[in-house]
């Protein structure tokens, strides 16, 4: 076994001592690199990048030749499982995925493909072993996937959406119809991330990217239980060491209190809640992620510098802090910003870690 040369990510989420705070980015393989947009011309588009193991290795090791970041992240798709499932996935310019048989119905749900993710997701999980062997210990590896009520409006909806009037009108007239749909994903999710981790992911995160469009109660029931079944279900270590566990209900808020109690190790925060008043709501129970919001890397390097300040300075001193945006990096983003925002947290976050 490779021994691991940079273990910080490791240690934060954990909430164990580091000499700096561990940075990634979320879509830190993307649109805005240069490199990235002409791999993903060569494959065609973008679920033929997602499908070839050697290019999705390609694509998440490309921001690690520009950038010290202290993680790399499987590139791949939350929408890998419902496409697996037989939903009929396809992508039309400028709306984003879609899928020709949405989920309506319990019977809907009936035919659903029962899929053997060893199998229907091979790919993911060439993908994982291929990116370990070439990282070759440099920095771990994280695994992920969508959380159930997230893929779920994609599945129920058809696609994506602003409203969610579909979902959530399966949610009312219908709740244990959607009940059995968050069922059925969350028991494939939890296989899906354990193979996943038997392949080499180090870290496991799940992405709940539509949880906080739920009213507080319809969130606990329809998100936050579902994601309980998949921490539940999770391999919790693997190569002698604990496999951390995030979980990142976009907008979540006050309800990052609620998400303490899955059992989970750290918990995503986006911009709208500042990391003060995050770990206030989490008591230090587990660590905590974010939070620059990604509109900052579009400005000048005094802007960038600043919001790495104040987001350090709002975590405060201590373990357990890892910093990232509060959501995914846009396309539009100078790819020179990023480096002043890698070099900036490199800078000032040992401060912080003084003992």
């Known amino acids: 076994m490779i021994e691991l040369q940079n273990d910080l990510l490791l240690r934060a989420l954990l909430r164990e001592p580091v000499e700096r705070t561990p940075l990634w980015i979320m879509r830190q393989a993307g649109r805005y690199l240069p490199e990235y947009r002409e791999v993903r011309a060569r494959a065609g588009d973008f679920m033929s990048l997602c499908r070839n193991p050697e290019l999705a290795c390609e694509v998440t090791l490309q921001p690690l030749r520009r950038y010290k970041l202290d993680a790399a992240i499987l590139f791949s798709d939350i929408l890998t499982v419902p496409d697996a499932m037989g939903l009929g996935l396809y992508f039309e310019t400028g709306e984003g995925p879609k899928f020709e048989r949405p989920v309506r119905s319990a019977g809907d749900i009936r035919k659903l493909r029962q899929i053997d993710v060893a199998d229907d997701l091979a790919y993911v999980f060439d993908a994982v072993r291929t990116i370990r062997r070439e990282l070759d210990g440099r920095v771990p590896l994280i695994g992920f996937a969508g959380s159930p009520w997230t893929v779920g409006t994609y599945m129920v909806e058809g696609g994506s959406s602003r409203e969610f009037r579909t979902i959530k009108g399966l949610a009312a007239e219908e709740p244990k119809t959607l009940d059995a749909l968050l069922d059925t994903v969350a028991r494939t999710t939890v296989n899906y991330l354990n193979a996943q981790i038997e392949s080499g992911a180090q870290v496991v995160m799940v992405f709940d990217t539509w949880g906080a469009a739920l009213e507080p109660d319809d969130y606990r029931r329809f998100s936050l239980a579902s994601m309980q079944k998949i921490v539940d279900g999770l391999t919790r270590e693997s190569e002698g060491r604990r ?113």
């Open 243 to 355: 496999v951390p566990v995030i979980l990142f209900t976009k907008g979540a808020g006050p309800l990052l209190t609620d998400m303490v109690a899955t059992g989970c190790d750290a918990l995503g925060v986006d911009w709208t809640t500042e990391l003060a008043t995050a770990r206030g709501y989490v008591e230090d129970k587990v660590a905590l992620q974010g939070n620059l919001d990604p509109a900052t890397l579009r400005e000048s390097p005094q802007v960038i510098r600043q919001g790495v300040a104040d987001t350090l300075a709002s975590y405060g001193t201590g373990p357990g802090h890892v910093f990232n945006l509060g959501h995914g990096i846009t396309p539009d983003v100078d790819p020179d910003n990023v480096a002043v925002l890698v070099d900036a947290v490199h800078e000032m976050s040992p401060s912080y870690h003084q003992q």
